[in-house]
C-alpha cells in the first residue's frame, strides 16, 4: 500500500468524519454565553439544506434570542421553531437579513428548528438535513 498502511488510512478517514460531524454541529451543542442583559444569542445560518449550528443547548427560564440569515444561494428557504409538544414560536422566509425571535423557554424540553420547504413530489428540505434542535436545559 505504500507509505501509508491500511490501518493508518482507515484509522485518518475515521477521524476526518469525526472532525466533520463537529464542525457540521452533530458533535457537542454550542451553548451560549448569557450577555450582560441576560439574554442567550444565537446566530443561525442556513441554506443548502443545512442549519449551522444544527445543536444548541440554553438555561430554563433565560431569554433567548434566535438570529436567523440565509448562506448563499437561489433556493428559498423558511425557519420554523416548535417548542416541546410541537407549539410554533417562528415561523418565516430566510433572507440576507437577518430575522430575530425571542423567547424564553420556561420548561427543560427539546426545540425543533427546521425548514418545511418542498419542491413538488421531492423530499422535504427537512427530510434532507435542514433540521436542528434547541435543548432548553434546567
Not at 485518518?12 to 472532525?19: G, P
Not at 441576560?38 to 444544527?54: E, L, N, T
Not at 410554533?88 to 420548561?107: E, N, Y
Amino acid at each position: 500500500m505504500g507509505l501509508m498502511s491500511a490501518a493508518r488510512l482507515a484509522a485518518l478517514s475515521t477521524a476526518l468524519v469525526a472532525l466533520q460531524a463537529v464542525a457540521e454541529g452533530e458533535g457537542v451543542p454550542y451553548r451560549p454565553t448569557p450577555g450582560a442583559d441576560g439574554v442567550q444569542r444565537v446566530d443561525i445560518v442556513g441554506g443548502s439544506y443545512h442549519f449551522k449550528p444544527k445543536r444548541i443547548a440554553v438555561k430554563v427560564g433565560q431569554p433567548v434570542e434566535v438570529s436567523v440569515r440565509m448562506d448563499s444561494g437561489i433556493v428559498p428557504h423558511r425557519f420554523v421553531l416548535e417548542g416541546p409538544g410541537g407549539k410554533r414560536i417562528a415561523d418565516f422566509s430566510l433572507g440576507d437579513a437577518p430575522q430575530k425571535v425571542t423567547f424564553t423557554p420556561a420548561v427543560a424540553g427539546r426545540y425543533a428548528f427546521y425548514c418545511p420547504n418542498r419542491l413538488l413530489f421531492f423530499k422535504s428540505h427537512r427530510e434532507r438535513g435542514m433540521a436542528g434542535e434547541l435543548d432548553a436545559e434546567e
